[in-house]
Structure formats: structure tokens, C-alpha cells
């Protein structure tokens, strides 16, 4: 048997309907603060999608960010205090 039947085969069965693809882009859409908004308006899965990156890049620089300012108040803060060990904590996670 050809790779390409035994994939199809094999594809076949987890395969996603356009009906669960567009129910998914519609709660991504739900999600993303940007697009919240413009619920009523049509938007294209692209723009969704496109969006969807956007929001996770900037909540991965958000999440650098603060951990960043957590090191530096951890630098600042005695090392044994009961505000060093939740710093560290919240590093940690």
C-alpha cells in the first residue's frame, strides 16, 4: 500500500470537520482581548489566527517582564526573609 493511502487512512479517523474548525476559531476569538470587541463584525479566521499569535507573543514578553522584575526585587529583598521565599516561589512556577 502507498504512504499517501495509508495516511489518508490513518487521517481519516482524527480528521477535523469545517464546522469544529470554524467553533474553534470562534472561541479563539472569544479569547483574544483584540478581537472580544468585534464579536458582531465578521473577521476572517486568518485575522483571528493572526491576532491569536499576536496576544500570545505579547503575554510571553508580558510574563519575561515580570519575571524579570521579580529577579530584581529578589536582588534587593534579604535573602532569607518570608518575601524572598514567595518571590522565589513565584519564580519557580
Same mark, same amino acid.
Given at each position: 500500500m502507498s504512504s499517501r493511502r495509508s495516511r489518508?487512512?490513518?487521517s481519516g479517523s482524527s480528521r477535523?470537520?469545517?464546522?469544529?474548525i470554524t467553533d474553534l476559531v470562534s472561541k479563539l476569538q472569544q479569547l483574544v482581548p483584540e478581537l472580544r470587541s468585534r464579536s458582531s463584525d465578521m473577521?476572517?479566521?486568518?485575522?483571528? %489566527?493572526? +491576532?491569536?499569535?499576536?496576544y500570545i507573543r505579547s503575554l510571553h514578553r508580558?510574563?519575561?517582564? %515580570?519575571? +524579570?522584575r521579580l529577579s530584581e526585587l529578589l536582588a534587593t529583598t534579604d535573602a532569607t526573609s518570608a518575601q524572598a521565599a514567595i518571590i522565589r516561589s513565584l519564580l519557580m512556577q
Open positions: 489518508s487512512r490513518q477535523i470537520t469545517d464546522d469544529q473577521v476572517s479566521s486568518a485575522k483571528v %489566527l493572526q +491576532e491569536t499569535c499576536n508580558e510574563v519575561d517582564d %515580570l519575571s +524579570e
